[in-house]
Protein backbone atom coordinates (compact mmCIF):
# COMPACT_ATOMS: atom_id res chain seq x y z
CA UNK A 1 0.00 0.00 0.00
CA UNK A 2 1.40 3.32 -0.67
CA UNK A 3 1.51 6.08 1.71
CA UNK A 4 3.86 8.01 4.32
CA UNK A 5 5.75 6.30 7.10
CA UNK A 6 6.80 8.49 9.83
CA UNK A 7 9.49 7.40 12.75
CA UNK A 8 9.05 7.09 15.33
CA UNK A 9 5.67 7.76 16.64
CA UNK A 10 6.86 9.08 19.53
CA UNK A 11 10.27 10.64 21.11
CA UNK A 12 11.79 11.74 23.87
CA UNK A 13 15.23 13.96 24.52
CA UNK A 14 17.08 15.27 26.70
CA UNK A 15 17.47 19.19 26.81
CA UNK A 16 20.38 19.90 24.30
CA UNK A 17 20.51 16.69 22.28
CA UNK A 18 19.86 16.99 18.32
CA UNK A 19 17.43 14.40 17.34
CA UNK A 20 15.95 13.27 13.70
CA UNK A 21 12.41 12.26 12.40
CA UNK A 22 12.15 10.34 10.05
CA UNK A 23 9.87 10.50 6.88
CA UNK A 24 9.65 8.41 3.69
CA UNK A 25 6.65 8.05 1.37
CA UNK A 26 6.63 5.88 -1.66
CA UNK A 27 3.44 7.49 -3.73
CA UNK A 28 6.24 8.94 -6.11
CA UNK A 29 5.47 12.37 -4.35
CA UNK A 30 7.84 15.42 -6.16
CA UNK A 31 6.75 17.54 -2.78
CA UNK A 32 7.23 17.24 0.76
CA UNK A 33 6.49 19.01 3.64
CA UNK A 34 7.42 19.22 7.52
CA UNK A 35 4.56 21.20 10.10
CA UNK A 36 4.47 21.55 13.70
CA UNK A 37 1.15 21.23 15.17
CA UNK A 38 0.98 22.80 18.70
CA UNK A 39 -2.76 23.24 20.57
CA UNK A 40 -4.34 26.24 19.38
CA UNK A 41 -2.02 27.01 16.63
CA UNK A 42 -2.98 25.06 13.68
CA UNK A 43 -0.43 23.34 11.55
CA UNK A 44 2.73 25.36 10.72
CA UNK A 45 5.00 25.20 8.45
CA UNK A 46 8.98 24.16 8.99
CA UNK A 47 10.19 22.93 5.71
CA UNK A 48 9.47 22.05 2.10
CA UNK A 49 10.83 20.43 -0.69
CA UNK A 50 9.56 20.96 -4.30
CA UNK A 51 12.09 18.42 -6.09
CA UNK A 52 14.80 16.48 -5.24
CA UNK A 53 18.12 17.86 -3.87
CA UNK A 54 16.20 21.59 -3.15
CA UNK A 55 14.13 22.76 -0.26
CA UNK A 56 13.20 25.82 1.27
CA UNK A 57 12.17 27.31 4.53
CA UNK A 58 8.64 27.60 6.25
CA UNK A 59 7.23 30.39 9.07
CA UNK A 60 9.22 28.78 11.39
CA UNK A 61 12.54 27.06 9.96
CA UNK A 62 14.46 28.25 13.00
CA UNK A 63 16.43 25.63 14.91
CA UNK A 64 15.01 23.17 12.44
CA UNK A 65 17.00 21.35 9.26
CA UNK A 66 16.37 19.00 6.70
CA UNK A 67 17.99 17.11 3.60
CA UNK A 68 15.93 15.80 0.42
CA UNK A 69 18.49 13.60 -1.36
CA UNK A 70 16.06 11.40 -2.77
CA UNK A 71 12.71 11.69 -3.66
CA UNK A 72 11.31 9.43 -1.29
CA UNK A 73 12.91 10.84 1.55
CA UNK A 74 12.67 14.52 3.62
CA UNK A 75 13.85 14.01 6.95
CA UNK A 76 13.74 16.68 10.03
CA UNK A 77 16.23 17.50 12.45
CA UNK A 78 15.42 19.45 15.70
CA UNK A 79 18.17 20.88 17.11
CA UNK A 80 19.14 21.79 20.09
CA UNK A 81 18.99 25.62 19.01
CA UNK A 82 14.93 25.10 18.80
CA UNK A 83 14.09 26.63 22.11
CA UNK A 84 10.98 24.95 22.46
CA UNK A 85 10.71 21.83 20.54
CA UNK A 86 8.33 19.82 22.06
CA UNK A 87 4.90 19.40 19.53
CA UNK A 88 3.53 17.10 17.04
CA UNK A 89 5.42 16.69 14.05
CA UNK A 90 3.35 16.12 10.73
CA UNK A 91 5.31 15.22 7.49
CA UNK A 92 3.47 15.80 4.13
CA UNK A 93 3.32 15.27 0.52
CA UNK A 94 1.73 15.94 -2.54
CA UNK A 95 1.71 15.45 -6.53
CA UNK A 96 0.09 17.96 -9.09
CA UNK A 97 1.36 21.00 -9.94
CA UNK A 98 2.90 23.16 -7.14
CA UNK A 99 -0.25 24.81 -6.57
CA UNK A 100 -2.75 22.20 -7.04
CA UNK A 101 -3.12 18.71 -5.54
CA UNK A 102 -4.10 17.20 -2.07
CA UNK A 103 -1.58 16.76 0.52
CA UNK A 104 -1.19 13.18 2.01
CA UNK A 105 -0.27 13.58 5.96
CA UNK A 106 1.49 10.87 7.82
CA UNK A 107 0.94 9.65 11.29
CA UNK A 108 2.83 12.35 12.73
CA UNK A 109 6.00 11.97 15.62
CA UNK A 110 5.27 13.12 19.40
CA UNK A 111 8.67 14.86 20.12
CA UNK A 112 8.56 15.44 23.99
CA UNK A 113 12.02 17.16 25.82
CA UNK A 114 12.56 16.08 29.03
CA UNK B 1 1.78 34.68 8.08
CA UNK B 2 -1.43 31.94 8.61
CA UNK B 3 -4.97 32.69 6.99
CA UNK B 4 -7.27 33.48 9.48
CA UNK B 5 -9.95 31.45 9.98
CA UNK B 6 -13.29 31.91 11.68
CA UNK B 7 -14.96 30.86 13.83
CA UNK B 8 -12.63 29.00 16.24
CA UNK B 9 -15.07 26.37 17.61
CA UNK B 10 -18.74 25.89 16.80
CA UNK B 11 -21.03 23.08 18.53
CA UNK B 12 -24.23 22.02 16.38
CA UNK B 13 -27.02 19.49 16.78
CA UNK B 14 -27.33 16.79 14.18
CA UNK B 15 -29.03 18.01 10.85
CA UNK B 16 -27.99 21.60 11.32
CA UNK B 17 -25.91 23.74 8.89
CA UNK B 18 -22.45 25.59 9.87
CA UNK B 19 -20.03 27.62 7.48
CA UNK B 20 -16.25 27.96 8.06
CA UNK B 21 -14.74 31.33 6.66
CA UNK B 22 -10.82 31.54 5.95
CA UNK B 23 -9.18 34.75 4.74
CA UNK B 24 -5.49 35.77 3.37
CA UNK B 25 -3.96 38.68 3.20
CA UNK B 26 -1.78 37.37 0.59
CA UNK B 27 -2.98 36.61 -3.46
CA UNK B 28 -3.84 32.77 -3.35
CA UNK B 29 -3.20 30.44 -6.06
CA UNK B 30 -5.60 27.65 -4.36
CA UNK B 31 -7.34 27.35 -1.04
CA UNK B 32 -7.18 23.35 0.92
CA UNK B 33 -9.67 22.27 3.00
CA UNK B 34 -8.74 19.50 5.52
CA UNK B 35 -10.37 17.45 8.33
CA UNK B 36 -8.57 16.41 11.44
CA UNK B 37 -10.39 14.10 13.98
CA UNK B 38 -8.09 13.82 17.76
CA UNK B 39 -5.41 11.60 17.12
CA UNK B 40 -5.40 11.40 13.67
CA UNK B 41 -4.10 13.09 10.90
CA UNK B 42 -5.81 15.47 8.92
CA UNK B 43 -7.56 14.12 5.92
CA UNK B 44 -7.97 15.92 2.33
CA UNK B 45 -11.72 17.12 1.62
CA UNK B 46 -11.98 20.02 -0.93
CA UNK B 47 -9.62 22.12 -3.22
CA UNK B 48 -10.30 25.08 -4.68
CA UNK B 49 -8.31 27.00 -7.45
CA UNK B 50 -7.65 30.29 -8.95
CA UNK B 51 -10.09 30.61 -11.95
CA UNK B 52 -12.91 28.47 -9.70
CA UNK B 53 -12.33 25.06 -10.30
CA UNK B 54 -13.61 22.77 -7.16
CA UNK B 55 -12.28 19.12 -6.38
CA UNK B 56 -13.54 17.15 -3.56
CA UNK B 57 -16.01 16.20 -0.89
CA UNK B 58 -19.40 15.09 -2.07
CA UNK B 59 -21.41 16.35 0.68
CA UNK B 60 -19.51 19.54 1.65
CA UNK B 61 -19.15 22.27 -0.47
CA UNK B 62 -16.89 25.88 -0.75
CA UNK B 63 -16.58 28.99 -2.34
CA UNK B 64 -13.49 30.87 -3.19
CA UNK B 65 -13.45 34.40 -3.82
CA UNK B 66 -10.17 35.50 -5.23
CA UNK B 67 -10.93 39.42 -5.21
CA UNK B 68 -11.23 39.07 -1.71
CA UNK B 69 -8.97 36.75 -1.26
CA UNK B 70 -11.39 34.58 1.28
CA UNK B 71 -12.87 30.77 1.03
CA UNK B 72 -16.12 29.51 3.20
CA UNK B 73 -16.48 26.05 3.88
CA UNK B 74 -20.22 24.91 3.69
CA UNK B 75 -21.63 21.90 5.90
CA UNK B 76 -25.27 20.93 5.68
CA UNK B 77 -27.30 18.52 7.66
CA UNK B 78 -24.32 18.09 9.47
CA UNK B 79 -23.74 14.66 10.57
CA UNK B 80 -22.03 13.35 14.03
CA UNK B 81 -19.25 11.96 11.66
CA UNK B 82 -18.31 15.48 10.73
CA UNK B 83 -16.96 16.72 14.06
CA UNK B 84 -13.62 17.59 13.76
CA UNK B 85 -10.82 20.35 13.56
CA UNK B 86 -11.17 22.01 10.20
CA UNK B 87 -8.45 23.57 8.70
CA UNK B 88 -7.83 25.71 5.58
CA UNK B 89 -4.71 25.96 3.37
CA UNK B 90 -3.69 28.44 1.15
CA UNK B 91 -0.97 28.31 -1.03
CA UNK B 92 0.34 31.71 -1.81
CA UNK B 93 3.73 31.73 -4.17
CA UNK B 94 7.10 32.83 -3.28
CA UNK B 95 9.44 32.97 -7.10
CA UNK B 96 9.53 29.71 -8.33
CA UNK B 97 8.37 28.53 -5.01
CA UNK B 98 4.56 27.91 -3.78
CA UNK B 99 3.94 27.56 -0.04
CA UNK B 100 1.75 26.10 1.69
CA UNK B 101 0.56 27.38 5.07
CA UNK B 102 -2.07 27.00 7.28
CA UNK B 103 -5.02 28.36 9.54
CA UNK B 104 -5.25 27.77 13.54
CA UNK B 105 -8.41 25.41 12.41
CA UNK B 106 -11.87 25.84 13.88
CA UNK B 107 -13.28 23.09 15.83
CA UNK B 108 -16.38 21.70 15.12
CA UNK B 109 -18.44 19.91 17.33
CA UNK B 110 -21.40 18.20 16.23
CA UNK B 111 -24.14 16.10 18.92
CA UNK B 112 -27.03 14.15 18.57
Known sequence: DGGITQSPKYLF???????????????????????RQDPGQG?????????VNDFQKGDIAEGYSVSREKKESFPLTVTSAQKNPTAFY????????????????????????? | ??????PQAVI?????????????????????????KHGEAPVFLMIL??????????????????????SSLYLTASQL??????FCGRTIRGGSNY?????KGTLLTVNP
Not at chain 1, 22 to 30: A, I, P, R, T
Not at chain 2, 81 to 86: D, L
Request: aromatic fraction near 12%; glycine fraction near 10%; hydrophobic fraction near 25%.
Open chain 2, 1 to 6: QQPVQS
Open chain 2, 49 to 70: LKGGEQKGHEKISASFNEKKQQ
Open chain 2, 81 to 86: SYSGTY
Open chain 2, 99 to 103: KLTFG
Open chain 1, 90 to 114: LCASKTGTPNTGELFFGEGSRLTVL
Open chain 1, 13 to 35: RKEGQNVTLSCEQNLNHDAMYWY
Open chain 2, 12 to 36: LREGEDAVINCSSSKALYSVHWYRQ
Open chain 1, 43 to 51: LRLIYYSQI
